[in-house]
C-alpha cells in the first residue's frame, strides 16, 4: 500500500480541530494520515478529500470536521455521532481522467456501526420499541455513498451533489439494535456526469451469518463548486463477464428510473382505468365506515435549518431530510390508524433542490392510498428561504413510503383534484410494491 503523505492544509485542519498535542499526533500516525518521508511515488495532485477515504479505523465525525466547514470538532460531536468508524479497502492511485474498473481501482467502502459493543451509540440506533431506528440508517446511507462518489470524482474542484435515491428496498424484518451494522457503497455505473451507488446494508449477528437488510441505490452528480456546471465523471470499464453483468443491471436501473419518472402524475394523464376509478369514487361518495379523507390523515412539522446538519457546501446534509420525512410519515400512519406500522419500502426521491443553512423547512406528510393493511405516505418538503430578497418558497424533495400494520385500515378518499394525483400516485406505487413482494 502506497504510503501517502497529507498535505500541509489538511494536516493543519486536522492539528486545529484534534489539538497540537502528543496524541493527536499519535492519533493521525495510528490512522495512516501521516508519514514523515514522502514517497517518490506520491500524487501531490490527490486533494483532500480523496486522501482521506483511504485509511482505516477513522472516526467519521473527524472526517466530517474536515469535510465541512463547522468551526471546531464539538460542532460535528454534537450531531449525535452518526457513525463512529470507516474501513476501507486498499488504496489504489489514479489519474484524474483514467478510467476505473469495477474492482480494482474502484473501491468499496465498508463502513461498520459497532452497536453490540457500544451502548451509548446504540441509543441513537433505537427506537421507542426496542427496534432499529430506520430513520438513522437512512441519514447513514447518505453520509456513505457520498464517500464513495467524491473517492470515485478524485478532485478538488468538483462537488458532488445528491441527485436522486433510486428506492431503499428493506428485508428481512424486524432488526435489532444490538448488532452491528456494516454498510458497503460502490460505484457501479457511471454516465456522463452522474454516478450510480449501490449500497448494501447487513447486520453481523454471531449466531448465524451476516444478514442482509438494506439495498439502496443512489445517483450522485458531479457539478463544480459554484453548482453552475456539470463536470465529466471518470468512466468505469469492466474487464469480465462478471464485471460486465454487474454494470449492465446498473445501467438496466437507471433506465428503469427514468421510465418510472414518466410515469409521475406530474407529466403523465391518469390512464383510462385510473380516470373511472376516480370518477366512480367521487360518483358514489365517501363511505365514513370505510373511508376516511386525505385530509384527515394530512400532518406537517416546521424546522429550522441549524449549522450543525450542513455540508461542507452550506447545505443540509440529504441524509437528515430522508430521516426528518421518514420519521414524520411514521407519526402520521400511526396517528391515523392507531396501529404501529413497519416500513415495507422507501420509494424514489428526487433532490431537485438545496437546503441552505438558515431557511425554514416545511415538511407536509399525507397517507395516500391503501390497500389492504399497506399504506403509502407521501411527504413534500417545502424550503422558505427568507435570506433571499424577495424571500422564496420552493419544493425541494417529494418522499414516498409504504408501510403496513398489523390490520387492515380505512381505504382514502380523495376530494380535490391534487388530493387525486397524489392517490393515483401511491396507487401506481403500491402496485409495484406489491408485484416485487
Known sequence: MICQR???????????????????EKLLKTNRLYCSQPTSETNHSLHSRSQLFQYRKWDINQLRAVLSDAPTLNDIINREQIIPFLAATNYREFSQIASRSLKDDNKVFE??????????????????????????????????????????VGREDVNCVTAAVDGVRLHNQPWSPVYDLIYHS???????????????????????????????????????????????VPPLRARNEEEQASFERAALKQLLRKEKAKRNVAVSVPTIDEQMHLHQMFKRGVQPDEEIYMSQVTIGSTHFMLPDERNMYGFTFGGVLMRKAYELAFVNNYLAFQQRPIAVEVGD????????????????????????????????????????????????????????????VKKIFPVSYEESMKYISGRRMLDDVLARI
Open 186 to 232: 460502490k460505484v457501479t455505473y457511471t454516465g456522463k456526469t452522474s454516478m450510480n451507488i449501490s449500497l448494501i446494508v447487513e447486520q453481523k449477528i454471531p449466531t448465524e451469518s451476516t444478514k442482509l437488510i438494506m439495498e439502496a441505490d443512489f445517483v450522485y452528480v458531479a457539478r463544480n463548486l459554484e453548482g453552475t456546471q456539470s463536470i465529466p
Open 111 to 152: 463502513t461498520t456501526i459497532p452497536l453490540s459493543s457500544d451502548i451509548r451509540l446504540r441509543k441513537l440506533y433505537e427506537n421507542p420499541f426496542g427496534l432499529l431506528r430506520l430513520g438513522r440508517v437512512l441519514e447513514d446511507l447518505d453520509a456513505v455513498s457520498a464517500l464513495a462518489a467524491l473517492y470515485h
Open 6 to 24: 497529507i498535505t500541509n492544509q489538511v494536516w493543519q485542519r486536522m492539528i486545529k480541530l484534534l489539538g497540537s498535542t502528543e496524541s493527536s
Open 349 to 408: 426521491i428526487s433532490f431537485i433542490k438545496s437546503v441552505p443553512v438558515g431557511s425554514i423547512l416545511e415538511l407536509h406528510s399525507s397517507v395516500v392510498y391503501t390497500k389492504d393493511a399497506y399504506q403509502v405516505v407521501l411527504v413534500d418538503a417545502m424550503v422558505n428561504n427568507l435570506m433571499h430578497d424577495p424571500p422564496t418558497k420552493e419544493r425541494t424533495n417529494t418522499f414516498n413510503f409504504v408501510l403496513k400494520t398489523g390490520k387492515p
